[in-house]
């Protein structure tokens, strides 16, 4: 049977490594750890797991402590994980019997979850490759890996369940040292330095970031989709701040309402749809944002590398649209697609709410 190595890098991970350990130890035949540095029990709980621990000194590069663990894997193939990911029982199972299959491949696709229940963000990820030296990490920073040879994908979800806050300013602090080092960003660096100024609510630098992006060749079509998405984001929250100007906010609204609708020409997605039917039913243009939400419900449109925000594609619109309906005094209308929401989550509070005051 073909043999797969799971690498992991960590660094204080006592709290929850065992949960992702013992989720490995089911279907791996080896398992790689490299530690980065910790002070707390972690070497500890992996070597109850496993001989293969190696120390890597942290140079601000998550690509060279992946590639060092992956240099470190002697079977056939290489899967990696982290430690806050979760894989269940019935997942567990399949990767069991995807081992069979794994000599077809040279890459494997397979689902990476973020969020939970409703929130559940999903997109899939390169996960296990031929260990063959040709499958590198990349970047320094939100590393991705080459992807090479025929390519496999499979309904195998890995859950990312993060239990602990990371310093939020971490990565943005190593691109801003790498920027002042000299480093002249390529097209997905300079989407992901403009998106942890995002992450950190300085919308205004971050705003400033993307539009240096959008200039750029070469862009990956999904970040500057999530780019457009990102930078509306942003006017529409430097919006809410600015609360003692309507025509300020209207204006601010204006300028998301723009790159959303560049995203939507780009390539229509549901979340730039929804989000743009959200800005114009807050600037009461009912009967447009109605057809944003429909649009939403009829488009069957999902990026398997894209971050698919589920809601956006029948909750959100169903809710939306009884409100709008609503304001459009066709309550009939309203209570159908209320009821419509509750059907999908049932202890949907904005449903809920919703059907006590449309009564």
């Known amino acids: 049977m073909t043999k797969l190595s799971v690498c992991m890098i960590i660094l204080n991970e006592e709290a929850i490594l065992r949960r992702i350990l013992n989720c490995a130890k089911t279907f791996c035949d080896e398992l790689i750890i490299v530690d980065t540095g910790s002070s707390d029990k972690s070497k500890e709980i992996a070597r109850e797991y496993t001989d293969n621990i190696y120390d890597f000194v942290w140079v601000n590069d998550f690509s060279k402590a992946r590639n060092y663990s992956f240099s470190k894997a002697k079977c056939d193939y290489i899967m990696w994980l982290d430690a806050d990911d979760f894989i269940t029982n019935e997942n567990c199972d399949k990767l069991k019997k995807l081992k069979l299959q794994l000599n077809n491949f040279d890459t494997i696709l397979l689902p990476y979850v973020l969020g939970k229940n409703k929130s559940r963000m999903i997109y899939y990820r390169e996960r296990i490759v031929k260990n063959d030296g040709t499958h ?175 809601d956006k594609h029948d909750l959100i619109p169903y809710i939306n649209l009884g409100f709008c309906y609503y304001r459009l005094n066709n309550i009939k209308k309203a209570i159908n697609y209320n009821n419509l929401a509750l059907k999908l989550a049932p202890d949907n509070e904005i449903a809920l709410n919703n059907q006590k005051y449309f009564k």
């Open 136 to 310: 590198l990490w990349l970047d320094p920073i939100h590393e991705v890996m080459q992807i090479t040879g025929k390519i496999g994908k499979f309904d195998i979800e890995i859950e990312h369940r993060k239990e602990k806050a990371n310093n939020p300013k971490r990565n943005l602090k190593v691109y801003q040292k790498l920027k002042k080092d000299g480093m002249i960003f390529n097209a997905r660096q300079q989407f992901y330095y403009a998106s942890e100024y995002y992450y950190n609510n300085l919308f205004h630098k971050a705003i400033a970031e993307y539009k240096v992006f959008f200039q750029m060749p070469n862009k990956y079509i999904e970040n500057e989709l999530q780019g457009y998405l990102n930078i509306a984001r942003c006017y529409l929250n430097l919006s809410k701040i600015i609360s003692n100007s309507s025509t300020a906010q209207n204006r601010l609204r204006d300028f998301a309402c723009l790159y959303l609708l560049k995203a939507i020409e780009l390539d229509p997605r549901c979340e730039h749809l929804c989000e743009l039917g959200i800005v114009l039913m807050e600037k009461e243009k009912f009967k447009s944002a109605i057809l944003c939400f429909d649009t939403c419900l009829k488009l069957d449109i999902k990026s398997d590398f894209a971050f698919n925000e589920k």
